[in-house]
């Protein structure tokens, strides 16, 4: 028997299990020097069943569960150091909970690959770039044809340690380092971390605020925790606004982490914050190799990189001088991970802001209704900016009844001479149509035979350039038959419009101008997306067809006409978002029209131009528009008023999903019986019930307080775990889910 209690470690490993693992200290070091050096935040290298994983310390305790004999000995510490602050590891641990996510995996899933593996950080340092052998023995007369690469190499020559990459991105483009990289006349180098003052912080001078951004911008503390929500129409300036805030935290020193939905889709924002500061930016993006995601991250948690800017998961990047944290479209869906570890970072980022104490800023100029209501109850601090800056205006909205129409591939005979005149005006023209592809569905004209997924309960939609028929929810694929294999008659008949389709039609109309499609099918190419934005820069009359990438972000400043070709999709989902959605998706398309000197233009098309909503969204605005949505909402109950989790399984049967959320519910209702405050729906078929091969339903649970919600959800869990039914489905939990 041992006189000393053992130190034990609690280790978080990659498993779906929800629970820690204990250990005990390896075998070589003493307890003194194990309690000392085994810290939380720590990676290890633990045996794991057969194999070796890496895993993170989560505490340490001289008490454990388990037979002391059978605890085997971590076999490695690999940090010297805790790899996450203290702050952002409290982070982790909240989030693990509030979302019911085993807490191994929500940690692994969102560190850097090279660090799951086990591999050591980087030395502190930023990557950058210096004159090669080659380089350095450059003659004057050479690069004469090429002058952007012929002044970097010039800068570089005063530079013998090397310039970091960041700086060198304030002048030059990425282009240019590759280009001289491909002519071996730079190479890479790690540029050591240096103490820089803040001095000529600014590279650019700040626009002339104009009052209501004035206003904002006096209004947002740089210090100590508060949630702002600038809610500003499209084009009213709240990039100046973030821009001046990040101003005011970096002249103290501190880090500004700034979250968008999309980088790929929104270089101008990227632009726009290099262009405007001295200091080093950097941009966590999917684009990045393994090492180069780590060493952005590594020069977060220094301190080196002033702007972080990322999409959803960088709201998971150390930050060592956390002074400000922003998050641009608030209102955006991809904020929310929809599979794995479902966390939502627009909500994290309020948390996070909270424990780091300092402000945060929300933008959007369609906010959630989640937001909204947190601005009437106070939680949120409201600022409004209600006008365009410079010249524009605020574009007029027409409806276009269908029913009244001639139609075709979609498109009204009075949109189609409304974009005739835009094109002659020597203007540009935006139409928006969520449906990619030739068309929803192939159908025979004898015999009503459609051509439909045998994984799912949906139709293949035409794809006719690329000659197939694929399925937008599995992506099965398969050749676009030439007779019905129904009736083997000949009259196979696309039915209804994609963006495909639409964008060969008005090509076909106006033979002279380019139509630019904008889809996930166009802009698969690298560099594909890249070119239209460059086209639609330059300012040339033109069509730009698309889905809702195209209502994201860019500022296309020739665009006078936008026409919405369906917007009757959105006004009758089932979902109870769909008309929050519906709103936001119309307002944010529209607000990509007339942002130059002309004023712009919308055109709605629609079978339903009495809807309520619609009108109401037309008149008054998305301010107005969401505000009768909320009261709905209220009365009917539903979020934000009512807190909301989901509890969804699949299986290639359809009983087995649907008992085994029978047993949920059971579970469920012996713990915390259903009453006023906590209600349960379903188990009920999912809007989709058969997806790739599986059948889908979902448990729907609702309470009035999120923490009753919490403590049931937490002691339901570990009970599903364990239940030897749920290995024949797959299960998952959801809370705060955005989808239905
Ligand atoms: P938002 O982010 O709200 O869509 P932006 O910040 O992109 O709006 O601003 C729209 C346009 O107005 C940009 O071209 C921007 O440079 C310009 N702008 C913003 N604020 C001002 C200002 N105070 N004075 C002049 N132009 C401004
Ligand atoms: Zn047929
Ligand atoms: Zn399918």
């Known amino acids: 028997m041992a006189h000393l209690e053992p130190l034990i470690i609690r280790v978080a490993v990659p498993s779906p299990l929800r629970r820690l693992f204990d250990y005990l200290a390896p075998a070589n070091i003493d307890k003194n020097q194990a309690e000392q050096e085994l810290q939380p935040g720590c990676r290890v290298l633990v045996p794991f069943g057969r194999r070796q994983v890496t895993g993170l310390i989560i505490e340490t305790s001289q008490q454990t569960e388990f037979d002391l004999n059978k605890l085997k000995p971590i076999d490695q510490l690999i940090d010297a150091e805790p790899l996450l602050p203290a702050s952002l590891f409290k982070l982790f641990i909240w989030a693990a909970s509030y979302y019911q996510q085993p807490i191994g995996d929500a940690l692994f899933s969102t560190l850097p690959v090279l660090l799951r593996r086990g591999e050591l950080p980087p030395e502190p340092g930023q990557p950058g770039w210096k004159l090669s052998t080659l380089g350095m023995g450059l003659g004057p007369e050479s690069l004469k044809q090429a002058r952007k690469q012929r002044a970097l190499v010039e800068l570089l020559q005063d530079q013998q340690t090397g310039l970091a990459e960041s700086i060198i991105l304030q002048s030059f483009s990425r282009t240019i380092i590759k280009q001289l990289e491909h002519r071996g006349l730079i190479e890479a180098v790690v540029i050591p971390p240096g103490i820089r003052p803040v001095e000529n912080l600014l590279k650019q001078d700040p626009l002339r605020l104009y009052s209501s951004q004035q206003t904002a911008v006096d209004a947002i503390q740089s210090h100590g925790f508060n949630s702002y929500l600038l809610d ?3 084009g009213s300036g709240k990039t100046e606004v973030y821009l001046q805030c990040i101003d005011k935290v970096l002249r103290y020193g501190r880090q500004a982490l700034v979250l968008i939905p999309e980088i790929s889709l929104t270089p101008q924002t990227e632009k726009r914050f290099r262009d405007r500061f001295n200091q080093p930016v950097v941009t966590l993006h999917s684009g990045l190799s393994d090492k180069q995601r780590l060493a952005a991250w590594m020069q977060a948690k220094t301190g080196e990189a002033k702007i972080i800017l990322g999409t959803r998961s960088a709201i998971f990047t150390p930050l060592a001088a956390p ?3 922003i998050l641009d479209e608030e209102h955006d869906q991809s904020y929310k991970q929809q599979d794995g570890f479902r966390y939502s970072a627009r909500d994290l980022a309020v948390i996070r802001a909270q424990q780091e104490s300092i402000p945060i800023i929300l933008g959007s100029a369609t906010p959630s209704l989640e937001s909204l209501n947190n601005c009437a109850n106070g939680r949120y601090q409201h600022l409004i900016l209600n006008n365009r800056a410079g010249d524009a205006v605020q574009p007029d909205w027409q409806i276009i009844d269908l029913k009244t129409e001639r139609v075709e591939s979609g498109i009204a005979a009075s949109t189609l001479a409304a974009i005739g005149t835009t094109l002659n005006r020597q203007q540009q023209v935006l139409v928006f149509l969520n449906r990619r592809g030739y068309a929803p569905a192939l159908l025979c004209h004898q015999c009503g035979w459609t051509a439909d997924c045998n994984q799912c309960d949906s139709r293949l939609t035409v794809h006719r350039a690329r000659g197939r028929l694929i399925c937008h929810h599995c992506d099965h694929q398969r050749r676009i038959p030439q007779q019905c294999p129904g009736c083997q008659g000949q009259q196979l008949i696309a039915a209804g419009e994609g963006t495909e389709r639409s964008e060969a039609y008005l090509q076909q109309c106006f033979p002279d101008s380019k139509v630019l499609r904008v889809d996930r099918d166009s802009t698969r190419r690298k560099g594909a997306m890249q070119q239209v934005f460059d086209t639609a820069d330059s300012g040339e009359p033109c069509i730009l067809i698309g889905t809702q990438m195209l209502a994201k972000g860019h500022h296309f400043a020739n665009v006078t006409l936008v026409a919405v070709l369906d917007a009757d999709s959105g006004l009758f989902s089932p979902d109870f978002r769909g008309h929050e959605r519906t709103g936001q998706l119309l307002t944010q398309v529209a607000g990509r029209s007339g942002r130059g000197k002309a004023r712009g233009q919308v055109l709605i098309q629609t079978h339903q131009p009495e809807h ?36 969804r399984a699949e299986a290639q049967q359809a009983s087995d999903a649907d008992d085994f959320l029978q047993l949920v519910r059971q579970l469920a209702e012996n713990i915390a019986p259903p009453s006023p405050d906590l209600s349960y729906l379903g188990p009920l078929p999912a809007m989709m019930e058969k997806r790739a091969g599986r059948f889908r339903y979902l448990l729907q649970l609702e309470a009035k307080q999120r923490s009753a919600l919490q403590a049931l959800l937490s002691q339901l869990a570990p009970q599903l775990e364990s239940h030897r039914d749920s290995r024949r489905v797959r299960w998952s939990i959801d809370v705060d889910p955005q989808e239905l």
């Open 232 to 234: 500003g129409v499209t």
């Open 323 to 325: 002074g400000l944290i």
């Open 612 to 647: 309520p909503l619609l009108e109401l969204l037309m008149t008054q605005g998305y301010g107005q528009f969401a505000r009768e949505l909320l009261t709905q909402r209220q009365f009917s109950q539903l979020p934000p008023f009512r807190h909301m989790a989901v509890i």
